[in-house]
């Protein structure tokens, strides 16, 4: 997403007539989930200069019984897709309907002022209700790169999003990528966002307490130990997953290898704030034991707003490698789910969901094979739904990748591996700009 962060509710906003949602298959490392998997879109462009059949990097959002998911379709290599498409479900998940926005690229029916378009993402405004898809619309995708343009950007809006108020950036300037805002209910916006020190990835979270009047300076949950996936899979940016509960409280989850002997693997990890200044020690998932060799990235968090505290209940999926030790043609990518009920004291193992996938069923970018540099999920009710690329062999020189939702949700249980292993939060990296795009 060009060097600009990417925030869920900046860049060019669409108002969608809601459809949209996604998910997964079955096998697991540690568990074979017993789940029918519902596809909800597929790629219908024929457009030569990018490549199809490819759904890629899907956001949801859900509101009592609909749930909304938004996503890139027909991705090209050099950044962008032909459209943007959605999901919708008004059923709490039973059914979808789908379909592409109008007026977003020369690909649009009918056509938009855009060649192509990036990181979708969904929001619902309750008071209004309206549904709307933000995406980023790209005029130029060969276009010159300014480098100070990932400095963190906020803009509100008072009037329900009909105008919107001069961008405004941190107390400190600072540069990052991949915001998440989060609204406690006294007011207080907490925005977790992946910031830069060097060639070091931090993770960062910023506060305002007046409504987006101002912003305050950075505070540093950690410096991430990152470990880029083997095979040339696009995870080259440890972007956060951040949701909250219904207390208020922030939980932040991502890819991370500080507990694995020579960060040979990723595990995911998470921390928690109930201010966005003060973080808990950062948590390891025990997804799968230390030392077994599974690599875990691309999160997708969902936390379910109705419950609190120490009965949160909480969903990860994400992709892994059941062997982090592969290559471009033996990585084995796989979808998997864990879920908490005691707000991230305890987890179930790693379940598979999807996959098998062999890399080269991929669409490829400047920045290697795509499944999304983002995934998601929300709750619906009791179960959450995730939503996600699942991709099988090619017919020819045509993908076969699309969305995917699990048809009935992901329901948390009772579990008994303990989030026993920590590491201290905290730190005080100088922190620096980046060149680096999600586009």
């Not at 379709?73 to 032909?82: A, P």
């Not at 998470?270 to 060799?293: A, E, H, K, Q, V």
Request: net charge negative.
């Amino acid at each position: 997403m060009s060097l600009i962060s990417r925030f869920k509710w900046l860049t060019r906003t669409l108002v969608a007539v809601t459809f949209a949602l996604l998910f997964t298959l079955a096998t697991t490392i540690s568990a074979l989930a017993s789940v029918t998997l519902l596809q909800v879109s597929s790629d219908p462009f024929t457009n030569s200069d990018s490549q199809h059949a490819t759904e890629v990097e899907p956001d949801t959002f859900a509101f009592g019984n609909t749930i909304v998911s938004t996503f890139q379709v027909g991705r090209f290599f050099n950044g962008g897709s032909s459209d943007i498409g959605f999901a919708t479900s008004s059923n709490g998940g039973n059914s979808f309907v789908n379909g592409f926005l109008p007026g977003t690229t020369v690909n649009s029916t009918p056509p938009g002022p855009y060649l192509r378009a990036s990181d979708a993402s969904v929001a619902f405004d309750a008071k209004h209700n309206v549904w709307i898809i933000s995406y980023l619309g790209i005029k130029s995708p060969s276009g010159p790169v300014n480098s100070h343009l990932d400095t963190i950007q906020m803009s509100t809006s008072t009037d329900g999003g009909a105008t919107w108020g001069a961008a405004q950036t941190t107390q400190n300037q600072t540069h990052g990528i991949g915001g998440q805002p989060l609204v406690q209910p006294n007011g207080t916006v907490i925005v977790p966002i992946v910031g830069f020190a060097g060639n070091k990835f931090l993770i960062l979270s910023f506060v305002s307490t007046d409504g987006g009047a101002s912003w305050g300076k950075t505070n540093q949950v950690t410096q991430v130990a990152f470990r880029a996936p083997a095979g040339g899979i696009r995870a080259g940016i440890p972007l956060p997953s951040a949701e909250m509960d219904a207390s208020g409280k922030v939980y932040v989850v991502w890819s991370d290898c500080r507990f694995e002997s020579g960060c040979t693997a990723s595990d995911l990890v998470f921390s928690t704030s109930t201010d966005g200044l003060d973080w808990s020690p950062i948590t390891r998932i025990p997804l799968d034991p230390i030392g077994s060799g599974v690599d875990h990235f691309i999160p997708g968090l969902a936390v379910d707003n109705s419950t609190s505290d120490g009965s949160a209940h909480l969903v990860v999926t994400f992709y892994f490698y059941p062997s982090a030790n592969c290559t471009a043609a033996t990585c084995q990518l796989e979808t998997g789910f864990s879920t908490s009920a005691d707000g991230g004291a305890t987890w179930s193992s790693n379940t598979q969901i999807a996959g098998p996938m062999t890399l080269s069923w991929l669409p490829n970018t400047t920045q290697g094979r795509m499944v999304g540099d983002y995934i998601s999920t929300s709750f619906v009710g009791g179960p959450a739904f995730p939503a996600f690329a699942v991709a099988t062999a090619p017919t020819g020189s045509v993908f076969n990748e699309a969305t995917f939702t699990v048809k009935g949700g992901l329901s948390v249980g009772g579990h008994s591996n303990s989030a026993s292993d920590h590491s201290n939060a905290g730190g005080n990296d100088t922190q620096t700009g980046s060149s680096i795009t999600d586009q």
